[in-house]
């Protein structure tokens, strides 16, 4: 029982910490399922998304749940501009140039923000971000909790976009099925400009609630790639619930390894995690 | 009453990187007709097909719609500007149920409007659309799957519509039920482009026909007479 | 596996011409300077190439030249610190990577396309976060990082070093030529063509992959361990970085991915670029990445695909790739 009642806190943590990750996830899970590309920025684009809340914390004071009224539309444009100028383009030559553009923005956006805000680590910390709560034995920080409802929102946001907008549909009939897609008159780079932007918008709020719940870098972007790919694979291409389950994953797999093997272990449990789905079963457990 | 020309196609060149796939092709469709586009495997009618829906574009000649040179246009142009292609093997969309392939085929600005009324025609055509309405495209048979396209392309709300082999895989009995639809649809005022390989059947369906062979048009004309051509005995009825 | 030495035709003269001329500059008066820059062009080079010879010719778009180049570095600086000598240790760095590039194939080998991307990706990070936590030997360091120092490289001065890198890669150039020429370089021609008709044609695809990542990683390490014993220094950060992936890469694709000489003219450039922008530290590597953009879209081929696509410049070609 004493077992019990010391893992209940991290078990708890670990799914609620699942909401953070299914929040940066999914919006690498709707370019890799239209697309099919792996978007190595994303993680980059988060974590510039956190920076963003953080100026504007520091320059404006605006709390960085309320700066994504600027986040979002900021992130909606650069995300279409980046499709519809660049990978489309690069999709034209071949997957690989799509890969490889894709890596020298990641690199663009590091050292950006690298150069305005210098390599100190920062964080987004708000009068909330130190309060915490009790239920029973469990001792949690709100900004987890704050994840996770972030997480079911923007899940539930989703959904229903893709299933009840014609551009949501478009999106999805796109990713199926493109030739098809064109002969519905569906103008298949505009919507793959839209997808990639609304990607964009789910990185910047991602980068807010990682800001709230994390330390953050520059270089922090990879990290946080290879755990939302994670996700993905475990949640498998197309399934919003898949990712759900594979955040959780993740989040249990680092608050355990936390508990077990100390503070430091903990991103190694995740890298070491990912490498064993890829070998093991990389289609994923619910995608199609 | 002279019907007027909705289609011409004129000389068209059409190429796949280095190979030749058409060769100075021309065909005409009228408005109101149904007109049948024939030939063996490889002889280019799907690429004609592909080239009036703006999927590939000709090296020479040009392709006119209405009056209007179309033959520059981006695919989704073409559906809006009232042509809807049906496409070979139906490529419905799998994971999305019958009603969202049906939506999604009013996607075009000018469909929108109208999706509620071409949503009752296509049910009122294929009732069993109706029944399945959600049930996923892929678990539909064969032939149900070819109405869920053909109903599809109808709720783009088309002049013209372009069916690509709608037989290939399909019993008799469901042709049947198929071709029927296809009358009715005239009815409405839409015109027909079909391809097929089945020379009998559509000669039996069709107004007018062009007989394709490696990329050219060898004959065409009233279908009554086609099927008088020697030539036509020959080949197709082993006559 | 049957190597053949190539006959080299034509470019020969001018090419010994160029390396003795390389060779002869600490001699005549060349400013250190310079030769540093050389230094690192010589160590990218090797890096370049053999990023070439695995995304260029064995299709594998491998993320994982840090961890190569890292693991190499620690292998001689903690070797120096269990009293063996440098020279030494450079070659266990370039084994321990070799051994390591071994390791990892039968994972990552089964990985297609992005996922072998990714988990290529995934090595460095790892390692990186390892190396933060494992020190060996020294005892334990107070705060942040598990740096070493290097032991016993003291004697050894630039020029020497400078030699060195001249040698390793000009010698990847040579190697590169020889793995072209030989079977392998076949096998590697048909893979990267289409894996699938390759195995139906008998070749035993997995088996060359095999070959060019462990060369690679070999190569990849020796250039990293002598950078890392001429630097004095290693620490994890800097042993993981992504930049050792950016520069072989930016090289590459610059040059002309899949292309012999496409590296040489690339790595030049990167060269060039890093002293043009040395003042501005931090705006260097973004211009760096812009500059992997704008490549990809305008010139995917790189500027010696680009050349070699306007004929008139083919006598200048022949020149300077021997080809």
Redesign the interface.
Known sequence: MEVLAGLSTPIVMGILLGGLYTLIALGLSLVFGVMKVINVAHGDLVVFGSYLAFAAMTMLGIDPVLSLVMGIPLLFAIGFGVQRFLLNRAFAVSLDAALLVCFGISIIFQNFCQIIWTPFSRGLRPPYALESFSVGVVHIPLVYLLDFVAALVVMLFLREFLRRTYLGKAINAASQDRGAAHLMGINTGRVYAFAFAIAMTFAAIAGVFLGLTYPFTPTSGVAFLIIAFGVVIVGGLGSILGTFIGGMVFGLAQTLGGYFLGAVAQMLVAYILVFVILAVRPQGIFGR | MPQKTLLKVSNIDVFHGSFQALWDVSLIVKSGEIVALIGANASGKSTLLNAI?G?VHPAKGSIEFEGKNISAL???QI??IGI??I?EGR??????TVL?NL???S??RK??SKREQNLKMVYELFPILKERKNQLAKTLSGGEQQMLALG?GLM?DPKLLLLDEMSLGLAPIVLNDLYKALREIREKGITILFVEQNVRRSLEEADRAYIMEVGRVVLSGDVAELREEEEVKKAYFGV | MKITIPRLRGGLTPLIAVIVVLALFPIIGVPQAWLLYLFLFFIYLALANMWNLLAGYSGLICLCPAAFVGLAGYTVAISTWVGLPFYLGIIAGAIAAAAFALLISFPVFRLRGIYFAIGTLVLPEVLKAWFLLWRPVGGVMVGRGAGYAVKGVAGVSLVEWYWVALVIGIASIFLMRIILSSKLGLGLAAIRDNDNTAASSGIDVFRLKLYSFVIGAFIMGIAGAVFYTYSGYIEPLSAFSIRWLLVALLATVIGGEGIEGGPIIGTAIVVILHFLLARYAGISLLIQGALLVIIMLLAPQGIVGYIQKTRAYRPLLKLVTGR
Not at chain 2, 91 to 96: E, G, H, L, S
Request: hydrophobic share 35%; aromatic share 12%.
């Open positions: 829906s999927l981006d695919p989704f559906v809006t809807s292609q496409p490529r419905i969309f799998p994971n999305m969202d939506i999604i085929g996607y075009n469909a929108r599809r783009s």
